[in-house]
């Protein structure tokens, strides 16, 4: 077992506070970047020495790029830029003042005329921020409301330009040139400092109209269901994987979101209204929102914003999640407050059982796993020797330390053992682990590797834009004759293939990480050491021995359907709930859920022939049934009361990441 991390390590403060190192790492440098600026500019403006005002110089310009470097990692992370690292921006305009004033001395008013305005375009940052906070989309797609414009450029550039600002400063400084040339590029920009207030102004005219027009024109539209989305990132696949069947029920629906920045992205998922809450407006608020013809709102991100829409009571809340797998994400205790959860087999009933969370039969659901459907099956062994294509798809390092799973720090280590196989890799990361910048400099490394392979011996690897956007996880899949991923599930989809798959256990070992993680039992386990690295991968590329315990597992995991009528279940269920009408849990073709929690899943069933099972064969989407069904439940208002009071969201002191989003 690993001794536990020291207080004073950048492991330590990230175990204490729950944050991920990257994050302590630029606390710690925005830190030392202060000091640094301070003294420089203190030495500029203080001290007569030569060598003293050089070094105060240097000072600066280094604080400057540190303070460049950090706002880069931000982006990074997809955070607003806007007001970010202000204090030390602030600073660095005062260190060119400085180093302008000791380089041309007679022209003051000039550096002084430039450097206010350069500072004041900082200081108007918190009120542009909260302009367009007012300005932000009230509804698109939605017949009657007028779309709120959207800025004439990225507010994240106002920041950059102080930063661009201080470097031409410092080089004009240093070059001696005229300080009204300093105020000229100054002028510049200043110029989008008013462009952007006056966007806000314009735009926020525009937003009040667009808001009193919204109920009356939700009204209009008669959605059926809502989907309510309260996360800041990861739209483009938490959504992106349940809208496709929730615009095959046939009915008109809306999407909420809390985060006005998600509304790009789910408009390029679905042409159905996308509508953005404004809780400082009785027009917009939520209470405005529901409509008399909705019926249920589906759930598929875990943030604690959910509990605001969760008081409409009589609404169906139905849980389905992002994917299926071991993580904690997939029995958290606040499912139990959803009128409904859905799960893909058996295996999801008795993981909620198995951690303590008590969710009563009728409210569990076995749907399946609908986007298994265009996964193909492939249960027949490949010829001994046959070359051989294995993806890699690592998860993300979670919400917080105790839900980090990712193998991307040893997935170097990884590929490489697979490229000296010869195998040919698909490489698939997490589409969050891009907002980390120690993960994001990990994956082009990998990237990096596979194309150096690639021209070496010509194998076809596949990586970057054509296995993260163009493929989804079914293509890849299909294109695939073996996986190694972590507690994730793209695990549990891999099994609907019927192909042989590795689990890499980060978070424990051995018999330990089969117990907590019950898909381990039918995968071959790497060791956080790669200890058995070579061993699981014999087995990927080999005699494959868990075959058989696999293929049972699949039912009980995934359900009963596989390929074409992997989404049929689910369109029955949710058909009804989005039509008011009662769901019962069993229904010809339907698996009983039963809440009795078993000491071994794979062993709890029997052994399952291909034969017995729906074979894939891919084909188009089909249009799917309607039906619908279910009203909301009086006696769980109390515990989402409960919840709303204790955990209320609140986006100033929420997490970059919230730690309950992971599928």
């Known amino acids: 077992m690993e001794p536990p991390p020291s207080a004073l390590s950048v492991r330590g403060w990230s175990a204490t506070v729950g944050a991920n190192q990257s994050k302590i790492i630029d606390l710690l440098v925005s830190c030392a970047a202060n000091v640094v600026a301070v003294a420089g500019v203190v030495l500029l403006f ?57 380089r041309r001395p007679e022209q003051a008013v000039w550096v002084w005329a430039a450097s206010g305005l350069a500072l004041l375009a900082v200081l108007t940052e918190p009120t542009i921020k909260v302009l367009l906070s007012r300005t932000e989309p009230v509804a698109v797609n939605l017949p009657g409301v007028r779309p ?107 999407v909420i979101t809390r985060e006005p920045s998600t509304v790009p992205t789910i408009t390029a998922l679905t042409r159905e209204p996308v509508v953005v809450p404004r809780t400082t407006s009785a027009l917009g608020n939520l209470d405005a929102l529901v409509v008399p013809s909705m019926k249920a709102a589906f759930y598929v991100q875990g943030s604690r914003a959910n509990l605001s829409f969760q008081k409409f009571r009589r609404l169906t809340h139905v849980w389905l999640n992002h994917g299926d797998s071991d993580k904690a994400a997939n029995f958290s205790a606040r499912h139990a407050t959803y009128d409904k959860v859905l799960v893909s087999g058996q295996q999801g009933v008795e993981r909620y059982a198995a951690h303590g969370v008590t969710i009563p039969p009728d409210r569990l659901l076995v749907v399946g796993r609908p986007q298994i459907e265009r996964i193909e099956v492939r249960d027949e062994p490949l010829p001994a020797g046959a070359p051989r294509t294995i993806l890699y798809a690592p998860t993300w390092r979670g919400g917080r330390p105790s839900t980090d799973y990712s193998s991307l720090p040893l997935g170097e280590r990884i590929v490489a053992a697979l490229l000296e196989r010869g195998t040919t890799v698909i490489f698939r990361p997490h589409p969050l682990s891009y907002a980390d910048p120690v993960d994001a400099a990990l994956i082009r490394r990998i990237q990096q590797r596979l194309g150096a392979d690639r021209r070496a011996t010509g194998r076809a690897h596949v990586w970057g834009e054509h ?52 898909m381990a039992r039918v995968a071959y386990v790497i060791e956080k050491d790669l200890s058995t690295l070579d061993e699981a991968l014999d087995h990927l590329h080999g005699d494959d021995p868990l075959a058989e315990r696999r293929r049972a597992y699949r039912r ?10 992997a989404a049929d279940e689910f369109l029955r269920v949710a058909g009804r709930l989005v039509t008011g009408r009662p769901v019962s849990a069993v229904e010809p073709g339907a698996t ?72």
């Open 46 to 102: 203080a001290t007569q020495p030569v060598a003293a005002r050089v070094a105060g110089a240097v000072l600066v310009a280094v604080a400057t790029l540190v303070v460049a470097w950090l706002l880069r990692r931000e982006a990074a992370r997809l955070t607003p830029l806007l007001t970010a690292y202000a204090g030390s921006r602030l600073v660095l305009l005062l260190g060119v003042a400085a180093a302008y004033l000791l």
């Open 148 to 254: 709120v414009p959207a800025p004439p450029f990225r507010p994240d550039l106002l920041p950059l330009g102080s930063v661009a600002l201080t470097v031409a400063g410092g080089v004009l400084a240093a070059l001696a040139a005229p300080a009204w040339l300093y105020l000229g590029v100054v002028l510049l920009g200043v110029a989008g400092v008013l462009i952007m207030i006056g966007h806000a102004l314009h735009a926020n005219v525009i937003s009040r109209a667009s808001l009193a027009g919204l109920p009356t024109a939700l009204a209009k539209h008669r959605p059926a269901f809502a989907v309510y989305y309260g996360g800041e990132h990861g739209a483009r696949y938490q959504l992106g994987m349940w809208l496709p069947y929730l615009e095959r029920l046939g009915q008109p629906f809306v």
């Open 467 to 518: 296995a993260e956007r163009t493929w989804d996880v079914a293509d890849c899949l299909n294109a695939a004759d073996g996986l190694v991923t972590d507690v994730s599930s793209v695990a549990s989809d891999n099994l609907a293939s019927g192909k042989p798959f590795a689990m890499v256990a980060m978070r424990a070992s051995g018999e330990t990480f089969r117990a907590e993680f019950p």
């Open 556 to 565: 009980h995991c995934l359900g009963d359907r596989l390929g074409p009528h």
């Open 592 to 663: 009983r859920p039963t809440a009795v929690p078993v000491p071994d899943p794979v062993a709890s069933v029997a052994s399952v022939s291909p034969a017995d099972e729906l074979q894939a064969v891919p084909g188009p989407r089909r249009a799917g049934r309607a039906a619908g069904g279910g009203g909301g439940r009086p006696d769980r208002a109390d515990a989402a009361d409960r919840l709303t009071r204790d955990a209320a969201p609140s986006r100033p002191g929420e997490p970059l990441i919230r730690p309950d989003g992971g599928g």
